[in-house]
Structure formats: structure tokens, C-alpha cells
């Protein structure tokens, strides 16, 4: 689409693996795409990294296609929002230079730190008592006991890294980089903040917590200070506006965490309507007024991105991963999905079909497992390629079902319509099944792939002058279809579920011995 003449905003959405850019027009169609790849370092075993430097690099690699493929010039950009993977730790010198390698929300490195923080006696679900006690009524949550989460990343790099963490100024997150590089200014936003875990998420409070960086033995002068999505932060300095070829000075807001900015790009504002990001993980997720936690399924709120409401999130560990492992191992070509798409939709829906069971990355929704893996059930001598291509679609479905129960009992999100954002929602077949797993109504928004550089333009778009509040900026989503139940199946995917849910109940045992014992 060619430029009008008319504003524009910037989003960049920086995950695992790569950077997709958009320009959006006020209305909120795409002007121009663009994505750029980067490493994944896997060094050791737990061990999750990546360059910093890769991200900038990217970043100015993609950007001035955008600008030659929508024929806009830089003049036209009102406002630049940026989102990004959550729970990364980028400890950065006074000048914003990284210190180490990024250790991102995928490294498990520092288990043992998880441990001395939340750990103790008697201990619930890998909490000590007090511990949970002390993180729930603070947060309305808590570090992950398998190291996942910034407070014991920071406590490894201290105790492994004392050089570098001798020279740290700050402590940052992925999206938090950026925006530096960007405006040469430090700052976080208030659902990053809250998910280091050090944050105060009390409606009356919603500042860092004293109590809980003393317990992690984090300074206040280590963390940025915090903002709202739709903050100017500053604007973007002379060197990255060369490197980019924008405009000195245009506006950037402090933007968003990925699962905020799905939250926004679903168009959903309203309390309790849900949304489903279906990326390489997958994530329930509903805007509420009051934080709500259910610490036995691990469903929890955090702070929304403009430091109102509370995002009621419950993330699972696998989604689209499992049709990317099942293109490689069923023979499909790689990249492939609508090859798989084809072969899938040749089988049609079984009582007695085969059953996968999607959990390859062991889980954390509604059962926090790090010992499950995946595989399949009930094949039969008359199964091939087709019937568990299905399987998948339908196993990861059903894993949704399962933390929606939950889920749809602390948000009041019964049978309300489900919006799909996130890459994997290009499948329509994929989005006939949810709704027909799930028994309810599925809208995947236009151009799913691109749905974190829409929520990060949103954010803009604030800035920009466009809209008041980010509630407002909803009318820039636009769905692309509506996926309706067919009540025959019904009945059928009932009895598959009891079928899943049983598995994970008789299966769990063996698969804590099959862990234990190394195999």
C-alpha cells in the first residue's frame, strides 16, 4: 500500500528469533512490513542468549525498507512504539552499552538462585510458605521457582559475573534496550516492571518494591524508572535517527511487553473480553479492573501497560512450536505450514482419532510440569501423516481448553467470542478447530502475524495525537473472519477432552520418573 499523505506511526515487535516492523495509517492498515532475523544462543544446557547488538542491527536493516516500500518519507512518522519478548535481564553501562549477552525469558540457568529466593519450608508447588505468602500479596504472583524470571537471572550475574556487574548501570529488558538505543533514556514500562517480580502491583501503590529488591539484593538505581506505555520517553537522538533514516526527534513511548501488546492488538478492551496469542507459545489473556490469581493453575494479572487495570494472563509453553516440530518430523518442507495445512484438513474429526499430546517444552498451564513432554495417543495401523497433522492442531486446542476452564472462571469470560492474535492464527483450519474445541466463537484479527507491531503502534498512535487512551486505540484492529462452533461436534470434543485431561493425570507420574532417572 503507497503512502497518503497522511500520518503514520512505527511498530517493531522484537521476539525470539526476529524483528517484524509495520507502518499503520490511522485507520490501522499496514503500509509496509518487514521482518529481520537474529541468533538464538544456546552456549550450555538451561542457557538462553542473545546478542544485543543483533536486535539494533536488525532494526536498522529493516527500517529504511519500510520507508522505500511505502514510499513515505520520514516526515510522515508521528510516533515510534516498541514491544518485545518479557522477562529478559540486559545489564547495560552508563552509556547503554551491553555488558554481557542478553539472558532471555527462555534461560533456566539460575534455578538454584529461584530456589534461595522463593524457596523454604513447608514448600508448596516449589514455594517456601512464607515466601509465596510475601510475592502474592506484593505482586499478586511470583518468580518462577524454575529460574525463568529476571530476579534470579539478576542474583546469577551477580554472583557469576562480578565484573560485569561491578560496571552495571542499569538492568534492562529487551524492549527497554531499544527504547534507550532509541532516545538514549532509561525507562520500563509497568507490565515489564511488574514481571521482574520487584514491582509493588497494589492498585494504590504500583512503584518498585523496596521489600522485594532487598530481598533479591537489587539496588533502586540498577532499575529504570517506570512509565506508561504511552509516555514519550524522548525522541530519538541524531545517531539512531542517521542509523534508521528517520526523523531527529520523533516521538518514542515507552511501549509494551509482547503479551500487553497482543492484549491491544486484539481489540478487546472491554473487562473480561478474551483473546488467545498464538505464537510459538500460546496465552489466554483478558483486561480486568481487579488483579485476580489463582497460584494452584499459575493464572495471574499483571500491572496493564498504562499502569491502569490488570491483564489477566495464563501463558503455556507450547503453540505454534508444535506444528513446527511436526513439519520437521512428519517430512514436511520446511516452512511448509500450508503444505501441513492441506494434509491435516484431509482428516476429519474422531471419537476414536489419534490424540497428541503437545506438551514438548514440559508446561506451566494449569499444571506447572517442567517434566511433561509431548507425544502421541491411540495411533491405530490406519493413521498416517494427515490424522496426526490433525492431532497437533487438535492437542494444542485441547491444552488451551484445559487452562480455560480456569481461566474463563477468574475473568468471566465464559462463552464469550475468542480474539486470535499471533502468527499461527493464519490458519483457518486451525481457527475451526479452536472454536469448535473450545465451544466458542474465534476472531482472528487481519494480518495475525503482525499483531505485536500493531499493539506497539497503538501505544503510538497515543502519542501521536490520534486517540486519548489506548481503550481508544482499538478501532485500529481489524478481524479477519469469525470461526463459529458446529454443535454437532460438541459431544465429541467433550469426550476428548475428559481423554486429555485423564492422560495428563495417569501420565504424569511416569513422566517424573522418566526425568528423574534421565532419560
Not at 58 to 81: F, H, N
Not at 379 to 408: I, K, Q, T
Request: one cysteine or more.
Amino acid at each position: 500500500m503507497a503512502d497518503d499523505g497522511q500520518g503514520l506511526v512505527l511498530g517493531y515487535d522484537f521476539g525470539t528469533s526476529a524483528l517484524k516492523a509495520a507502518l499503520f495509517d490511522k485507520a490501522g492498515r499496514v503500509v509496509a512490513s518487514g521482518t529481520g532475523p537474529y541468533k538464538l544462543l544456546l552456549p550450555e544446557p538451561g542457557w538462553a542468549e542473545q546478542y544485543p547488538t543483533d536486535w539494533w542491527e536488525a532494526m536498522g536493516a529493516v527500517t529504511p525498507r519500510l520507508l522505500q516500500d511505502s514510499g513515505a518519507e520520514a516526515s510522515r512518522i508521528a510516533a515510534i512504539g516498541v514491544t518485545a519478548q518479557m522477562c529478559g535481564v540486559v545489564p547495560v553501562d552508563a552509556e547503554g552499552e551491553a555488558l554481557v549477552n542478553a539472558l532471555i525469558w527462555l534461560d533456566t540457568r539460575s534455578t538454584g538462585e529461584a530456589d534461595r529466593l522463593i524457596g523454604g519450608w513447608p514448600k508448596i508447588g516449589g514455594y517456601g510458605l512464607i515466601n509465596l505468602i510475601r510475592w502474592l500479596r506484593l505482586t499478586g504472583g511470583a518468580p518462577n521457582p524454575a529460574g525463568k524470571d529476571p530476579p534470579t537471572k539478576m542474583m546469577w550475574l551477580k554472583a557469576n559475573a562480578p565484573a560485569a556487574w561491578a560496571r552495571t548501570h542499569r538492568l534492562l529488558d529487551v524492549k527497554d534496550y531499544i527504547v534507550h538505543r532509541l532516545t538514549g533514556r532509561f525507562a520500563t514500562s509497568f507490565d515489564c516492571a511488574h514481571l521482574t517480580w520487584l514491582f509493588d502491583a497494589r492498585a494504590q501503590h504500583k512503584q518498585w518494591s523496596a521489600t522485594l529488591m532487598r530481598r533479591a539484593g537489587v539496588a533502586r538505581d540498577l532499575l529504570p524508572d517506570i512509565a506508561r506505555a504511552t509516555d514519550i520517553v524522548g525522541g530519538l537522538t541524531a545517531e539512531a535517527a542517521e542509523r534508521l533514516t528517520l526523523r531527529e526527534g520523533t516521538p518514542v513511548v515507552a511501549g509494551l511487553g509482547d503479551v500487553s501488546a497482543a492484549a491491544l492488538a486484539a481489540g478487546a478492551p472491554e473487562h473480561g473480553a478474551p483473546h488467545l496469542g498464538l505464537g510459538s507459545s500460546a496465552w489466554l489473556g483478558a483486561m480486568l479492573p481487579k488483579s485476580r490469581v489463582n497460584p494452584l493453575t499459575n493464572i495471574g494479572s499483571i500491572s496493564g501497560a498504562d499502569g491502569k487495570d490488570y491483564l489477566l494472563v495464563a501463558a503455556q509453553e507450547n503453540g505454534g512450536s508444535c506444528v513446527g516440530w511436526a513439519l520437521r518430523t512428519l517430512g514436511f518442507a520446511d516452512g511448509d505450514f500450508a503444505g501441513f495445512e492441506r494434509c491435516a484438513g484431509e482428516a476429519r474429526p474422531r471419537v476414536d482419532g489419534p490424540m497428541f499430546l503437545p506438551w514438548l517444552a514440559g508446561e506451566r498451564v494449569p499444571a506447572d510440569d517442567k517434566n511433561l513432554r509431548g507425544g502421541f495417543l491411540n495411533l491405530g495401523p490406519n493413521d498416517g501423516r494427515a490424522e496426526m497433522a490433525r492431532a497437533v492442531y487438535e492437542g494444542v486446542a485441547l491444552n488451551v481448553r484445559w487452562a480455560m476452564s480456569d481461566f474463563d472462571r477468574l475473568a468471566g469470560s465464559a462463552g464469550k467470542a475468542l480474539r486470535v492474535v499471533g502468527g499461527a492464527a493464519v490458519s483457518r483450519l486451525w481457527c475451526q478447530i479452536f472454536a469448535d474445541v473450545l465451544g466458542r466463537p474465534v476472531e482472528p484479527i487481519e494480518n495475525p502475524v503482525l499483531g505485536g507491531p500493531l499493539g506497539a503502534a497503538m501505544a503510538a498512535s497515543v502519542a501521536a495525537g490520534w486517540h486519548k487512551k489506548l481503550a481508544d486505540a482499538a478501532m485500529m484492529t481489524r478481524t479477519g473472519g469469525r470461526f463459529e462452533p458446529a454443535p454437532e461436534l460438541a459431544p465429541l470434543y467433550d469426550l476428548r477432552f475428559r481423554r486429555f485431561a485423564a492422560a495428563h493425570k495417569k501420565l504424569r507420574p511416569w513422566y517424573a520418573g522418566a526425568r528423574g532417572s534421565g532419560a
